[in-house]
């Protein structure tokens, strides 16, 4: 399947995900989440801020920050590149030409390499950390400017794929881990 049907595909898929199931799969990954970071002693975390049908991380976001962490948010600048700003609450987002939430440009820029950890956004992914993000490269120049950066994405078990099933190019760049959320997951149904 070529990257472009493959992107259709799993948002269709992200799109028809029903709601509880959908808010059920959210809560495992950031509980997960949330041990993975305990673990790691993470301090500064670069997160995206997630929009429709991608997962939500927003709350996630929210409640992270309650817990004493520092969130750094991408904003796109000239070149496609991006910059990491830290996370100042909600009223200090924009939305960006391609209606992401970003960071206000008047909000210092942070260094990547001052990141502990960074979760890299992505609709598809590969057993071997490469994902398929939306194409415009952005994370994978990141990733290869910052080659010892910690990284994870986090995923729906329906958004794992076959090794093969998109070819990885020379730019591409896998993360390090994957947090997964499996369908019927910490569901737990009432037997009488």
């Known amino acids: 399947m070529d990257k472009n049907d493959l992107r259709k595909k799993m948002l269709n898929q992200l799109a028809e995900m029903p709601l509880a199931e ?4 959210e809560e495992i990954l950031y509980q997960k989440l ?23 991380t927003a709350w996630m976001i929210k409640e992270l920050n309650h817990l004493a962490i520092e969130i750094y948010l991408p904003r796109v600048e ?3 590149q991006l910059s990491f700003r830290k996370f100042m609450g ?7 030409k ?27 992914y590969q057993a071997s950390g490469f994902r398929l993000g939306y194409g415009g490269g952005y994370y994978d120049r990141v990733l290869l400017a910052h080659p010892k950066l910690a990284t994870l994405s986090l995923a729906f078990d329906f958004q794992l794929c076959q090794q093969e099933a998109w070819p990885v190019e020379d730019h591409d760049q ?17 037997h009488k």
């Open 78 to 80: 000239k070149q496609r």
């Open 98 to 124: 391609m209606g992401i939430m970003e960071p206000a440009k008047e909000i210092a820029e942070g260094s990547v390499a001052d990141l502990d950890l960074l979760i890299v956004p992505g609709l598809a």
């Open 22 to 25: 959908r808010q059920a799969q």
């Open 34 to 56: 949330k041990d993975q970071l305990t673990q790691q002693q993470v301090k500064k975390l670069g997160f995206y801020w997630g929009r429709a049908p991608e997962i939500d």
């Open 174 to 190: 896998a993360v390090d881990q994957l947090i997964v959320a499996r369908k019927g997951e910490g569901l737990h149904e009432n």
């Open 90 to 96: 909600e009223d200090q987002l924009v939305s960006s």
